[in-house]
């Protein structure tokens, strides 16, 4: 079915609204009566852009899925402009780690999520950790010209975004980017 640009601008409005609340209560405290009625909706309105919860989680993923693949591909179609692999790091992390505390939050959801009994989302996480381990990989080769280094460097990059993201939602305090970059990418007796 078609919808016009307005009904996507309301669905939009829907998937937002819906995950704040899920990132305050929490997906079984939210319900589609709860979401509906944080937007002043009927639910019948709601269940006609999503018919389940179910359905609306599957949305929230893959939106958030998607836009930190095309991250790594900006990443990744830069990277030849750019000849430090300090700088390339460091602009990995700003990329990933600036002002994205909404963002982090629902990644962070998600993946305990996916830990805690949701095979659905379980199964796109496992896919697209996959997919982004790739693409950074091919990043990574650009820069360290080796194949099998570059493989396992991709891994150790989106463990480390991912441990700095949590360190920063718990607000702990967290290195700057470009002293990390420094020392991963400068230490000698251990080099990435």
């Known amino acids: 079915m078609a919808r016009t640009k307005r009904e996507l601008g309301f669905k939009n409005k829907i998937i937002v609204k819906a995950a704040q609340l899920i990132i305050e209560r929490g997906v079984t405290n939210t319900s589609l009566a709860d979401i509906a009625k944080s937007l002043n909706i009927s639910p019948g309105t709601l269940f006609y852009y999503f018919p389940s919860k179910g359905d609306l989680i599957f949305e929230i993923s893959q939106r958030h899925i998607k836009r930190m693949s095309d991250k790594i591909m900006h990443w990744v179609s830069i990277i030849a402009t750019v000849k430090d692999p300090v700088s390339i790091l460091e602009s990995v992390m700003r990329l990933f780690l600036t002002n994205e505390r909404a963002a982090g939050e629902i990644h962070l959801f998600l993946i305990h999520e996916a830990l805690t009994g949701n095979h659905i989302i379980r199964e796109r996480f ?5 997919r982004w381990s790739e693409q950074m990989s091919d ?3 650009q820069v360290l010209g080796s194949s099998a280094e570059s493989k396992l460097v991709a891994k150790i990059i989106i463990a480390l975004l991912d441990g700095f993201l949590m ?3 718990l607000e702990t305090e967290v290195p700057s980017y470009r002293e990390v970059s ?6 000698e007796s251990d080099p990435l």
């Not at 496992?126 to 996959?130: F, K, T």
């Not at 420094?182 to 230490?187: A, D, G, K, M, R």
Request: proline share 0%; glycine share 6%.
């Open 182 to 187: 420094q020392f991963l990418l400068n230490n």
């Open 167 to 169: 360190q920063q939602l």
């Open 126 to 130: 496992r896919i697209a950790y996959r």
């Open 139 to 141: 990043g990574a080769q």
